[in-house]
């Protein structure tokens, strides 16, 4: 070993030390952190799809590649990320002897060549992402960027230093080719080799390169080991785990949504029946009330900013953005863990639990941001402001768009189920709503006895449920198919094409109350299991004897169809349920309903949250509209795409139980998505949700463009093509009675 190789060598194990000791002090304060968090036992089951949902979304890089040219410059810097960590490897090897390299595979040509092509690969990837960071950067001129409130240094520096150790990666093989000391031919390794031209032979050049790749690499090691909410470098080793561990891992590819998780008390479902918010947790008022999972995902987020850009709140000028939000309970996680971690918390009465001495070596900043309340103004010093919680409309695109599976919506409604269930905290207009779910069972507190008045004048019989035992369907109309005026048009349109297709089906008429939906996504998990066991035990009444494949329930509004389906399982209902669309499009394609009028003027279609992003049903809504509009095989037209649609449709804003909250901050969603619904030129926009029917709406009616574009449910477009002569209810745009 020369002097040189005695210095390099030196060096970069003192470095390495540093670095290490720092990283492994890192690692146990974040699992220290996490551990904070409440049980979550039910991550742990189902370990043989979790891990290969874990490799498939990492290894296919599912969710960045709908992102086109990011996904796959990212892919690159991932793989690249690894192979580099052999290469720092070798560099080891290399501070030691010029002519070092990896035991065993180091020197095969296969080596080479995959080293050479991925570290080319990664340079380029990493140079797009630095382009595109330095394009949308926040500072831009004009528009928002999905940067906004991002730590654009850290994303730099990682960025940097990856750049940096891809290039001395070639440096360093550059100066072996020009020592004659390179093993692998030019044919594998290229670039390398043309390096190598550029270079002088100089005999220690491997051994400097390779100290300051290592001291490039260390660099990186010990400023995210000193910032351990550093998301954008720690992703890296979090998000697998973060995947691993997702609410759904057998949900289809690419969505970490499903149904909302029960609320639960130390990892436990909590039943209301015996639950005492004195020794229970009743959602989350602290941080350290997250489960350890949320702790988790706050952790792993990249700042990347994906969800941000999907937002509608964020997108209509609200203080809202799930990225900031899950920032923000990351950064008091962090700042308020020593106090945690010393033995403070406050139990469920809001004393303290620590002795005044186990606090004592606390600094105040510690103590100042342990008294900060979760949910409150700026003038309350508030960790999340009230205007940000209750703006969102749980569209999920936020859930949708991120890489890491981060799981913004349970976050949000276990915050708010704390504020409604034991502070009677929320937008006051949403108050009624509330009362009238549990006096009246609907949320517009109409009376239970009009619930069949839509069944008035429609020219054949709707049997009730206990009349006819020989349904295939239970029909649930939901309380706006059967109370809305707009969403009754939608109900009878159905109704009336089941009765063409014969399809026999019945209803539960006055024994149908609300899902209990909108209570439970503003939070009031008591009035929703109120409503929600009273429905299971009058469904599994009306389907007793039968099998599970026979217990058939189709439902018009998608907040129903998402309740009964997916959430009522959790109380002992377990249904086939299916949306009004999808039985449409099979009844087209079966022949059992035939449209013969096209329809003219153009239509497009807008994707009810609750059915695409949340259920996954896109094509079904669209096969019927197909249908629709070429009339039998007499017109030849397209539906007219939106450019937000299916996974990034955009919200109509009444989702999360916004419907019955003002919205007073930005411009109006529906508004929103009601100009970008006639920039598409259509005159009929096709919805699939009696919530998005009446928001979409408003909107053109606010517009003054009742007269040229029409919001009109998909039942009812088909029902025009399969019987022109007889549609039921005709134009929905202008409300009528009953
Ligand atoms: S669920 Fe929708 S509204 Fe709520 S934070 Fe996510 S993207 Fe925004
Ligand atoms: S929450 Fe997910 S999508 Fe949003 S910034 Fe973080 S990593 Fe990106």
């Given at each position: 070993?020369?002097?040189?190789?005695?210095?390099?060598?030196?060096?970069?194990?003192?470095?390495?030390?540093?670095?290490?000791?720092?990283?492994?002090?890192?690692?146990?304060?974040?699992?220290?952190?996490?551990?904070?968090?409440?049980?979550?036992?039910?991550?742990?089951?189902?370990?043989?799809?979790?891990?290969?949902?874990?490799?498939?979304?990492?290894?296919?890089?599912?969710?960045m590649l709908r992102w086109g040219v990011v996904g796959a410059a990212h892919w690159f810097v991932m793989v690249g990320f690894i192979v580099l960590s052999l290469l720092v490897l070798e560099a080891y090897f290399e501070v030691v002897s010029p002519t070092g390299g990896l035991p065993l595979i180091g020197g095969l040509a296969v080596y080479g060549l995959v080293t050479e092509v991925i570290a080319v690969l990664g340079t380029v990837g990493i140079g797009v992402l630095i382009a595109i960071r330095v394009r949308n950067r926040p500072t831009r001129p004009g528009g928002r960027s999905r940067f906004t409130g991002s730590t654009m240094w850290q994303g730099y520096f990682v960025e940097a230093v990856v750049l940096a150790v891809l290039v001395m990666g070639f440096v360093i093989r550059g100066f072996k080719v020009a020592t004659d000391h390179f093993e692998y031919p030019a044919w594998a390794t290229p670039v390398s080799h043309?390096?190598?031209?550029?270079?002088?032979?100089?005999?220690?050049?491997?051994?400097?390169?390779?100290?300051?790749?290592?001291?490039?690499?260390?660099?990186?090691?010990?400023?995210?080991?000193?910032?351990?909410?550093?998301?954008?470098?720690?992703?890296?080793?979090?998000?697998?785990?973060?995947?691993?561990?997702?609410?759904?891992?057998?949900?289809?590819?690419?969505?970490?949504?499903?149904?909302?998780?029960?609320?639960?008390?130390?990892?436990?479902?909590?039943d209301f029946e015996e639950a005492d918010p004195e020794k229970d947790q009743f959602g989350v008022a602290q941080v350290e009330?997250?489960?350890?999972?949320?702790?988790?995902?706050?952790?792993?987020?990249?700042?990347?900013?994906?969800?941000?850009?999907?937002?509608?709140?964020?997108?209509?000028?609200?203080?809202?953005?799930?990225?900031?939000?899950?920032?923000?309970?990351?950064?008091?996680?962090?700042?308020?863990?020593?106090?945690?971690?010393?033995?403070?918390?406050?139990?469920?009465?809001?004393?303290?639990?620590?002795?005044?001495?186990?606090?004592?070596h606390l600094d105040v900043l510690t103590l100042a941001e342990a008294e900060k309340p979760l949910i409150g103004d700026a003038e309350a010093g508030g960790v999340i402001d009230p205007d940000v919680l209750w703006s969102c409309t749980t569209c999920g695109a936020c859930v949708e768009q991120c890489p890491v599976d981060i799981e913004h919506v349970d976050h949000i409604v276990d915050m708010r189920r704390y504020q409604?269930?034991?502070?009677?905290?929320?937008?006051?207009?949403?108050?009624?709503?509330?009362?009238?779910?549990?006096?009246?069972?609907?949320?517009?507190?109409?009376p239970q006895n009009t619930r069949e008045d839509w069944t008035k004048g429609l020219g054949f019989e709707v049997p009730r449920v206990g009349e006819v035992d020989d349904f295939e369907y239970l029909f649930w109309v939901g309380c706006a198919g059967a109370f809305e005026d707009r969403?009754?048009?939608?109900?009878?349109?159905?109704?009336?094409?089941?009765?063409?297709?014969?399809?026999?089906?019945?209803?539960?008429?006055?024994?149908?109350?609300?899902?209990?939906?909108?209570?439970?996504?503003?939070?009031?998990?008591?009035?929703?299991?109120?409503?929600?066991?009273?429905?299971?035990?009058?469904?599994?009444?009306?389907?007793?004897?039968?099998?599970?494949?026979?217990?058939?329930?189709?439902?018009?509004c998608p907040h129903c169809f998402n309740t009964l389906g997916n959430e009522y399982g959790q109380l002992g209902g377990e249904f086939e349920v299916v949306h009004h669309t999808q039985l449409l499009a099979h009844l087209v394609s079966t022949g059992r309903l035939t449209p013969v009028q096209p329809v003219d003027g153009g239509v497009t279609y807008h994707d009810p949250c609750y059915l695409g992003r949340h259920n996954r049903v896109f094509a079904a809504p669209r096969e019927v509209l197909g249908s629709a509009l070429n009339g039998g095989g007499r017109a030849d037209a397209d539906l007219i795409e939106m450019p937000r649609n299916s996974e990034r449709s955009f919200c109509c804003g009444a989702g999360g139980a916004r419907m019955w909250m003002e919205e007073k901050i930005g411009k109006r969603i529906n508004v929103d998505r009601v100009e970008e619904a006639m920039s598409t030129g259509a005159r009929t926009v096709a919805v699939g949700c009696p919530f998005c029917s009446t928001m979409l709406n408003d909107g053109v009616n606010g517009k003054g463009a009742g007269e040229q574009v029409e919001v009109v449910d998909v039942a009812s477009v088909l029902l025009r093509s399969v019987r022109p002569d007889t549609a039921p209810g005709g134009k929905e745009t202008a409300p009528t009675a009953g």
């Open positions: 070993m020369g002097s040189v190789q005695i210095v390099t060598t030196v060096l970069a194990a003192a470095i390495t030390a540093v670095a290490v000791w720092l990283a492994v002090r890192a690692v146990l304060k974040m699992v220290a952190v996490i551990r904070l968090g409440q049980p979550a036992p039910e991550r742990f089951a189902d370990k043989g799809t979790r891990a290969k949902t874990m490799l498939v979304e990492t290894a296919g890089h599912t969710r043309a390096v190598g031209a550029l270079l002088p032979a100089w005999p220690a050049g491997v051994s400097v390169a390779a100290l300051i790749k290592i001291a490039i690499s260390m660099t990186w090691l010990i400023v995210i080991a000193l910032n351990v909410t550093m998301g954008v470098a720690w992703h890296r080793f979090l998000a697998f785990f973060n995947i691993f561990f997702k609410r759904e891992p057998a949900r289809p590819a690419g969505s970490g949504l499903g149904p909302l998780r029960p609320m639960t008390s130390n990892g436990k479902p909590l009330q997250f489960t350890w999972k949320g702790l988790l995902d706050f952790s792993t987020c990249t700042e990347c900013g994906r969800c941000q850009s999907q937002c509608p709140a964020w997108n209509t000028g609200k203080p809202l953005s799930p990225k900031l939000l899950v920032l923000s309970l990351r950064d008091h996680a962090y700042a308020k863990a020593p106090y945690l971690l010393a033995g403070g918390g406050k139990d469920l009465t809001g004393e303290e639990k620590a002795t005044a001495a186990q606090l004592a409604v269930l034991i502070e009677s905290s929320f937008p006051s207009e949403a108050g009624v709503m509330l009362r009238n779910l549990e006096n009246k069972g609907n949320p517009w507190g109409a969403a009754k048009k939608t109900t009878r349109a159905v109704a009336t094409l089941l009765n063409e297709a014969g399809v026999s089906f019945a209803i539960l008429g006055e024994g149908e109350t609300c899902s209990g939906d909108p209570a439970r996504r503003i939070g009031n998990e008591f009035v929703f299991q109120m409503l929600a066991q009273q429905n299971v035990e009058t469904l599994n009444e009306a389907f007793e004897g039968r099998e599970q494949a026979k217990r058939k329930i189709v439902a018009t």
